[in-house]
T-cell receptor, first 112, second 114 residues
């Protein structure tokens, strides 16, 4: 079975600081995709960043970057220079055959 | 920028009733999905749809549920004989080229079963 685990139910960070959200996964597939989605209080799901498993280079998107460790099946999200607008639930997801397998989410709190 | 829309934003129904949740995916997208999120819990995949048929469905998506693309724009989720535990946010998503592409999510429909 394919699973995604986010072990941090809640994280907090001071504005302008850096925070890392953890995600581990399990899959028997050799080729797959990993995603981080953000869900602000409006409840809409917004893609933050995407990583292709066959690419060794870690994906980056402005202040967001990932640390993808394929052997360890780890896919953490780093948010640099945290902003108040980053406050949201963050979900890690694994693509597997036409569906996304979701983690339980991490609530990110930004302290002003 | 194109977006996925969902109606209604909030649906209240009595237990045992049937509801239809509507979604309008982005026009050039070919793959469509339904997810649900029970309050405080993680997002759960329900079903994916491509070329007018279900591609994949989860254990949650039993005979109580059905999906349909009745015309060229709408994508609906029907829930028959609703139960209290069906209360959740239901998200529709679409992609151009399958799950490996960015899934564009709609704003969700909050279903409350009383």
């Amino acid at each position: 079975a394919q699973t995604v685990t986010q072990s941090q139910p809640e994280m907090s960070v001071q504005e302008a600081e850096t925070v890392t959200l953890s995600c581990t996964y399990d899959t028997s597939e050799s080729d797959y995709y990993l995603f981080w989605y953000k869900q602000p209080p409006s409840r809409q799901m917004i893609l933050v960043i995407r990583q292709e498993a066959y690419k060794q280079q870690n994906a980056t998107e402005n202040r967001f970057s990932v640390n993808f460790q394929k052997a360890a099946k780890s896919f953490s999200l780093k948010i640099s220079d945290s902003q108040l607008g980053d406050a949201a639930m963050y979900f890690c997801a694994l693509d597997s055959n036409y569906q996304l397998i979701w983690g339980a989410g991490t609530k990110l709190i930004i302290k002003p | 920028e194109p977006e996925v829309t969902q109606t209604p934003s909030h649906q209240v129904t009595q237990m045992g009733q049937e509801v239809i949740l509507r979604c309008v995916p982005i026009s050039n997208h070919l793959y469509f999905y339904w997810y649900r999120q029970i309050l405080g819990q993680k997002v759960e995949f329900l079903v994916s749809f491509y070329n007018n048929e279900i591609s994949e469905k989860s254990e949650i998506f039993d005979d109580q549920f059905s999906v349909e693309r009745p015309d060229g724009s709408n994508f609906t989720l029907k829930i028959r004989s609703t139960k209290l535990e069906d209360s959740a946010m239901y998200f529709c998503a679409s992609t151009e080229g399958g799950a490996v592409d960015e899934q564009y999510f709609g704003p969700g429909t909050r279903l409350t079963v009383t």
